[in-house]
């Protein structure tokens, strides 16, 4: 299987993913803080022109109201400033006299001013590329404006202060369009350092799809790098390295069982196969014909009842349901001692004194476990070993302990007794025509019952097979 190599790029969805929703982020936050730099700006630069002008237009208001006054009007303008201009203006509006950069907009100006009460600031917005002024309307009666040689003097009944804001204006939007360059390099500058801190937080990613790679081309010892810090890519890879650990597991089983049913099924085919051929080269004649029928008939038996037991355990790994009914378990597992007592007359088999123990579930499977642990424990036993059978019924649970006082089972030995073909003595079993899985069909029947089974065993000492079933009253599925 040729190995697949993943490219940098591969994971640039994910990237792309990533940028575009930072760059959406980062554009909306750097265009809002332009924006209410430039409006905070704004907004500094319109109250310190109203600010001006309001000072301006008091400080004009406390001159004229001393009396009459006589004045230049180009000395007046060059005093109120050079970006403020003033408009002279008769009882009807009439322009009478202008200075400063007020002469391009006087008549709007004086329009605008007469429009609100005196001392309200009006703003007017260029038109046509013409400037932008705010001006103020003040009473000037008294006030005699000289314009110089070869000119009538005027007595304005009012002056229109203006004050020339285009600079303003100006100023604003140079910052606005600096701003907006700022913002587009930090962008680019952001974003490039957004995709070199995603490529260097993508390695990790990028590893386990190198190392995914290898397993599927067959690596199946290689894991997924950890570094152990508990972070979300080592979450990740452990979560992987799990599934792969479970799957190689299942596979190992599979090829195990494979294996040992092969195994199991060899040598009754042999010894059929080797009955008849027998008899195919007339070496059996007579009654030793009747006798390779027997030998024949037990091996189908044996073969029977391995394939009855997979094919019990197929049904129970792939979650069948079993029957549902009210059992009295103290009458099935005496019902059992009673069988086993018959069939081994020589064997002390006793069953402790012990109360109806109510539990649900179905009968002949029940009863199928109690025969193959008080099976296990006569057969796997010396011939003096006693076997005693207790039942305790605890409220929420029934408990049936199957207990020998035989020699035990190795603590090596003990994980392994729920495998499937696994024998301490194989070669006892297989002369008691065992298969192996006595204990996995018990495990199975017990787990399909919402129940649990342990064994305990000391070398030297015996060993108690401990099966627990849910009551009926404590259980919430019934």
Known sequence: MKLRVRLPWSFSGVRLRLLTGLAVLLTAGLLASAASSTFLLREFLNKRDETTLRASADQFGDVIARGPQTADVDHLGALFGPSHGIIAVDADSRILATTGEASSAAAMLVSLASTVPPGEIVTHDKPDGLKNFKAVRIPSAGLTLEQGPGKRPVRPTALVLALDTSVDEETTEEVTQRQLFLVGVALALLLGLAAGVLRLGMRPITQMAHTADSIAAGSRTERLPTRGDKRETDLLAEAVNRAFDAQARAEASIRSMAAD????????????????????????????????????????????????????????????????????????????????EIIYPDRSITLAPAQPSPVRGDAARLQQVLRNLVGNAVQHTPARTSVLVEITDTGSAVHVKVSDNGPGISPEDLPRVFERFWRAEASRSRAYGGSGLGLAIVEAIVHAHHGQVAVDSEVGMGTTVTVQLPHPQGRRDT
């Open 261 to 340: 049913t092969s195994h199991e099924l060899r040598t009754p085919l042999s010894t059929i196969s080797g009955w008849l051929d027998l008899y195919r080269q007339g070496g059996i004649s007579g009654p030793g014909l009747e006798k390779a029928l027997d030998h024949i008939e037990n091996e189908v038996g044996r073969m029977r009842l391995l394939v009855e037991d997979l094919a019990l355990l197929a049904r129970l790994d792939a979650g069948r349901l079993i029957d549902q009914v009210d059992v009295d378990l103290t009458a099935l597992v005496a019902s059992v001692v009673e069988d086993a």
